[in-house]
């Protein structure tokens, strides 16, 4: 359904960003499509490199025209896409957000440069230059929270602000604001799609379920509030989830 080329980015941007991505709808018909983006962490950033805009976030009406910033967020989000999309998604690190897409998305002449670019590799050295010369010149935060981050997805989620204080060597309120200015998200929403995304994980790897046991082994206080989270980020009961993302997000993720 999809062809799709992935390039690693330059050395010195490998703490910010995982990879490129060059997508191209290869669907059997001329029939748009509808696919879903679950809660993630990880910034996303799309270019257009079709001649027409072919990415339509549904919840907004929003179409994918130069750029579509998507966000860390907390909630599923539906895209229509197009039989003639050609994207270039830049799939961000956790907390890379703010002080690099954002800066990134200053320059509105990024997608005609990457429009004149021969083949992806062109692309992506591209962007390497236009990060790298964002990286070098964007402003230095007073504390990072990239060790933080490290911990709760080393964790899965299941961390407590206190563990973060001591192995950051940073205070609740210097952690929160990090949080919410690098990732856009509150520090406990961060640790609670972390955890959603750990127990997404077991659903679609095992094939005999026990949700009491996954739900302990996820870190959830008990069965409960398991179901009652993952129906807040997937929209709906965890026996109704097909157990594999959508073809999109396997294509991006």
Not at 80 to 109: R, T, W, Y
Not at 153 to 162: A, P, Q
Not at 248 to 253: D, G, M, N, P, V
Request: hydrophobic content about 40%; proline content about 4%; glycine content about 6%.
């Amino acid at each position: 359904m999809f062809c799709k080329e992935y390039l690693q980015p330059d050395d010195q941007l490998q703490d910010h960003i995982r990879a490129y991505i060059v997508l191209q709808a290869d669907f059997p018909d001329l029939i748009s499509r509808d696919y879903t983006l679950l809660p993630q962490v990880h910034p996303l950033l799309f270019f257009n490199l079709g001649e027409t805009p072919a990415v339509q976030n549904r919840h907004t009406g929003e179409y994918l025209r130069q750029y579509l910033l998507i966000p860390a967020h907390h909630q599923s989000l539906a895209f229509s896409i197009d039989p003639a999309m050609k994207i270039l998604a830049v799939q961000g690190v956790a907390g890379s957000e703010s002080h690099l897409f954002q800066d990134i998305l200053q320059l509105d002449h990024i997608q005609q440069q990457l429009l004149q670019c021969k083949d992806a590799q062109s692309m992506c050295t591209l962007l390497d230059t236009l990060l790298g010369q964002h990286l070098q010149q964007e402003k230095q935060y007073t504390r990072s929270i990239r060790d933080a981050v490290r911990i709760i997805l080393d964790t899965g989620g299941n961390v407590i602000i206190r563990q973060l204080e001591r192995a950051t060597f940073q205070t609740k309120r210097t952690l929160e604001r990090g949080f919410l200015l690098q990732t856009g998200l509150h520090l406990k929403m961060f640790c609670r799609i972390t955890r959603f995304r750990k127990a997404i994980a077991h659903i679609e790897k095992e094939k005999q379920l026990c949700w009491a046991k996954l739900a302990q082994d996820c870190g959830y206080y008990d069965q409960t509030h398991f179901i009652n989270e993952f129906h807040y980020f997937a929209g709906c009961l965890p026996g109704a989830y097909t157990g594999t993302p959508s073809l999109f997000e396997q294509a991006i993720a």
